[in-house]
């Protein structure tokens, strides 16, 4: 069965700017969560979605960051405008369902760099 | 809030030898999951092992095996017969037990360790 898919994935952009980054999971994943890899430390979750809906989002800036799962499948993540802080590598992870009994399987992270 | 601390940034072993990955973590919850996971040189990251807080056997996947001390709130990874493959950041990972009726499976994970296996 094919991976969590993600593009780009590497992206360079100037402060200020935007950038989107998108994920297909697994098929049949209904669970599908974006975190934040800064260098040098373990990731962090940002939003988990439950097919179209948002789980939860209590980490995620919203000031400057969003999220969708449209049609329940693929997802995008948005930083608008990027600043310096949010270099990092963005992974997509999915699971069947909820819960730690449903394995998170990651896709191969987005390397963000913002100068 | 949970934390997830590993003490240990970078650990090396002989090829063929065995390496204990220690992992501490602070909950205030009593019923939970642990998570080894491993992330090779540029490439996705791979659960290695997990186990349940309510069950007191000690989890195994074939040359990986955890110590899991409750009490202590303690989750170490022991790698027996390492092997060059194993080469790559190691993370300790902690998730709250699901609620019925709600569905966050949000992972906490430490800061890694990266352990090379030497020929």
């Known amino acids: 069965e094919a991976g969590v898919a993600q593009s780009p994935r590497y992206k360079i952009i100037e402060k200020r700017q935007s950038v989107a980054f998108w994920c297909n999971p697994i098929?049949?994943?209904?669970?599908l969560y974006w975190y934040q890899q800064i260098l040098g430390q373990g990731p962090k979750l940002l939003i988990q979605f439950q097919n179209n809906g948002v789980v939860d989002d209590s980490q995620l800036p919203k000031d400057r960051f969003s999220a969708e799962r449209l049609k329940g499948v693929d997802s995008t993540l948005k930083i608008q405008p990027a600043k310096l802080e949010d270099s990092a590598v963005y992974l997509c992870?999915?699971?069947?369902?909820?819960?730690?009994?449903?394995?998170?399987?990651f896709g191969p992270g987005t390397r963000l760099t913002v100068l | 809030a949970q934390t997830v601390t590993q003490s240990q940034p970078e650990m090396s072993v002989q090829e063929a030898e065995t390496v204990t990955l220690s992992c501490t973590y602070d909950t205030s919850e009593s019923n939970y999951y642990l998570f080894w996971y491993k992330q090779p040189p540029s490439r996705q990251m791979i659960l290695v092992i997990r186990?349940?807080?309510?069950?007191?056997q000690n989890a195994t996947e074939n040359r990986f095996s955890v110590n899991f001390q409750k009490a202590a709130k303690s989750f170490s990874l022991k790698i027996s017969d390492s092997q060059l493959g194993d080469t790559a950041m190691y993370f300790c990972a902690f998730m709250k037990h699901e609620r019925r009726g709600a569905s966050g499976s949000r992972l906490t994970f430490g800061e890694g360790t990266q352990l090379t296996v030497n020929p």
């Open positions: 992870a999915s699971s069947r369902g909820p819960g730690g009994y449903n394995e998170q399987f």
């Open positions: 186990q349940e807080a309510y069950k007191q």
């Open positions: 098929s049949g994943h209904a669970t």
